[in-house]
């Protein structure tokens, strides 16, 4: 495999259901010899860029992210609209979807949610 490519993680396990960004490098800072496969889930790259002001160096951005989820609002894993995601603490977002496990649609469970087009 060379270069990147975009893919949903596949299963039923953590983690299953989102967009992610997949390469496949060499990483000098692992125990790993040679090239390995790293993952970036898109919902986290899109709250970069889009859940904090231009001017905030990347560093407050990269810290400020550490340790937090970001959240779908409306529940939809692949639904990464500006408008639809927001970082917040990993405890709030744990008790977030405490109240609506087993509901969010996945794409692995054949349903088909509609998202609406950006105008």
Do not use: Q
Not at 22 to 27: A, D, G, N, P
Not at 90 to 105: C, F, I, N, Q, W
């Amino acid at each position: 495999m060379s270069g990147a490519r975009f893919e949903t993680k596949p299963g039923s396990d953590s983690g299953s259901g989102y967009e992610r960004w997949r390469s496949y490098e060499l990483r000098p800072s692992t125990e790993v010899e040679g090239k390995e496969d790293v993952y970036v889930a898109h919902h986290r790259l899109l709250a970069v860029v889009e859940c904090y002001a231009a001017s905030t160096p990347l560093w407050a951005i990269l810290a400020d992210l550490d340790g937090k989820d970001v959240h779908h609002e409306n529940g939809v894993k692949w639904d990464n609209r500006p408008e639809n995601i927001e970082p917040v603490d990993h405890g709030e977002h744990a008790a977030l979807h405490a109240t609506t496990a087993g509901e969010t649609p996945t794409p692995d469970a054949g349903r088909v949610e509609e998202v609406p087009a950006d105008d």
